[in-house]
């Protein structure tokens, strides 16, 4: 959140930004308006009201399954090596008045302790949602979010009372690939030769999946 505004006789511009967000500043000669001054270090969401959402059905491709509970779905023996989109349903209440202004939240991510890597680099940071999602609002396309910050409006779609939500959650391919069985270049090596040494392919393994935290929707009036 970028916000421009005066302070004890000083311009002051803040920002706030998630996580591993990064974004842009512009600045220009035309006059653009006023905005409130959002203090340094001040959430967007920090104060409008938090409405739960609630997630009462999952389905992998055809198939439904039972009772909706957030974490990762590769911890389901049955669904360690499930890589593809599945789709999560459910519902939320506005309160009565205004609904503009109405963000769906993933959630912020958990950080993690910053290890040394051999290869290769990551963000220290597991995101809430893993590892794409696209969210539909009483049947029309909100938006879609795969990286900082983890939320998606929904300004126009909400209405008063109950609103249907549906969330479609990708994973990786690694998930898929961490079920086979690992290829054989035996033939490869006798008829050309030992050109290339695979790498870690003996680390791969199925990666969190899903929707990680409680989401929930904000309406900044």
């Not at 967000?21 to 959002?38: I, K, M, Q």
């Not at 290890?115 to 909100?142: F, H, I, Q, S």
């Amino acid at each position: 959140m970028l916000s421009v505004g005066s302070r004890d006789g000083v311009r002051a511009l803040s920002l706030h930004l998630a996580p591993y967000e990064s974004g842009f500043v512009v600045f220009s000669n035309e006059n653009l308006g006023t905005v409130p001054l959002v203090h340094s270090g001040d959430s967007p969401h920090s104060a409008a009201p938090h409405i739960p959402v609630t997630l009462t059905r999952m389905a992998f491709g055809d198939e439904a399954t039972g009772p909706v509970r957030t974490g990762s779905w590769a911890t389901d023996k049955a669904r360690e090596f499930y890589s593809g989109v599945v789709r999560y349903e459910g519902t939320f209440t506005a309160p009565g008045g205004s609904t503009s202004g109405a963000v769906l939240t993933f959630g912020d991510g958990v950080p993690v302790a910053a290890t040394p890597l051999k290869n290769g680099m990551r963000a220290w940071l597991d995101p809430p949602v893993r590892e794409a999602a696209v969210v539909y609002v009483n049947g029309r396309r909100a938006g879609s979010v795969w990286c900082p910050p983890f939320d998606v409006s929904l300004d126009g779609l909400v209405r008063d009372g109950e609103n249907a939500l549906r969330i479609d959650v990708a994973n990786l391919a690694v998930n898929a690939m961490a079920g086979r069985a690992l290829p054989d270049y035996g033939i490869l090596n006798q008829r050309y030769g030992v050109r290339f040494e695979p790498q870690d392919m003996d680390q791969i393994r199925s990666e969190p999946s899903g929707i990680m935290q409680p989401v929930y929707v904000t309406i900044r009036r």
